[in-house]
């Protein structure tokens, strides 16, 4: 498992967010009981898929690090509302709430590495791309496996009340690496 430091340190660098910023992330989640609390002493803390999953939506808005605690309580607890696809899935088939989903993603793109790095048109292939909207809070998974994409979709899509629409968008890269922290932590 990836020490604190180490997880800030692999989510600042695949997202291309300042590890300054992404500490001061932390120590908000931390503060607010969305992160696992650091051990005393000289002990290395285990962070887990879920404290992951809460720091990359955290800093995928490259927002203020204040607003990492509302970041966090308003997309993790989006449930999956409908998932589009070419072949019948279960719409729970990623987890039943976008963080869930989110830490699921985190654990399952390291372990089906070959796939999710394959080419295009290899046998068994796969991608996954993240997308996260606001101001009204929403979001997808967009998982494509031999060709065939299924779309999760989570939380009320924007209704289009306002014109102001923003989109972050991150790949099977981000959760490969983070992924890959959690699960093997890195060689000392």
Same mark, same amino acid.
């Given at each position: 498992?990836?020490?604190? $430091?180490?997880?800030?340190?692999?989510?600042?660098?695949? &997202?291309?967010?300042?590890?300054?910023?992404?500490?001061? *992330?932390?120590?908000?989640?931390? /503060?607010?009981?969305?992160? !696992?609390?650091?051990?005393?002493?000289?002990?290395?803390?285990?962070?887990?898929?879920?404290?992951?999953?809460?720091?990359?939506?955290?800093?995928?808005?490259?927002?203020?690090?204040?607003?990492?605690?509302?970041?966090?309580?308003?997309?993790?607890?989006?449930?999956? *509302?409908?998932? $589009? /696809?070419?072949?019948?899935?279960?719409?729970?088939?990623?987890?039943?709430?976008?963080? /869930?989903?989110?830490?699921? &993603?985190?654990?399952?793109?390291?372990? #089906?590495?070959?796939?999710?790095?394959?080419?295009?048109?290899?046998?068994?292939?796969?991608?996954? !791309?993240?997308?996260?909207?606001?101001? !009204?809070?929403?979001?997808?998974?967009?998982?494509?496996?031999?060709? $065939?994409?299924?779309?999760?979709?989570?939380?009320?899509?924007?209704?289009?009340?306002?014109?102001?629409?923003? !989109?972050?968008?991150?790949?099977?890269?981000?959760?490969?690496? *983070?992924?890959?922290? *959690?699960? #093997?932590?890195?060689?000392?």
């Amino acid at each position: 498992m990836a020490s604190q $430091k180490e997880l800030i340190a692999v989510v600042a660098e695949s &997202m291309g967010v300042a590890i300054e910023t992404v500490t001061v *992330v932390d120590r908000y989640l931390a /503060e607010a009981g969305l992160r !696992t609390r650091a051990l005393r002493g000289r002990g290395v803390t285990p962070m887990g898929y879920g404290d992951a999953a809460n720091m990359i939506i955290a800093t995928a808005w490259d927002a203020n690090p204040a607003s990492a605690v509302h970041l966090v309580e308003a997309y993790r607890a989006l449930p999956v *509302v409908r998932v $589009k /696809e070419t072949a019948l899935v279960d719409k729970h088939f990623l987890g039943q709430t976008f963080g /869930e989903a989110l830490a699921n &993603m985190l654990e399952a793109v390291p372990a #089906d590495r070959a796939a999710f790095s394959s080419s295009d048109d290899a046998g068994g292939h796969m991608s996954a !791309t993240v997308f996260m909207h606001g101001p !009204t809070e929403w979001a997808e998974i967009v998982l494509v496996k031999d060709g $065939k994409a299924h779309t999760f979709q989570y939380g009320g899509i924007s209704d289009g009340s306002t014109d102001l629409q923003r !989109t972050v968008r991150f790949s099977q890269i981000t959760l490969g690496f *983070v992924g890959s922290a *959690v699960a #093997d932590g890195f060689d000392k």
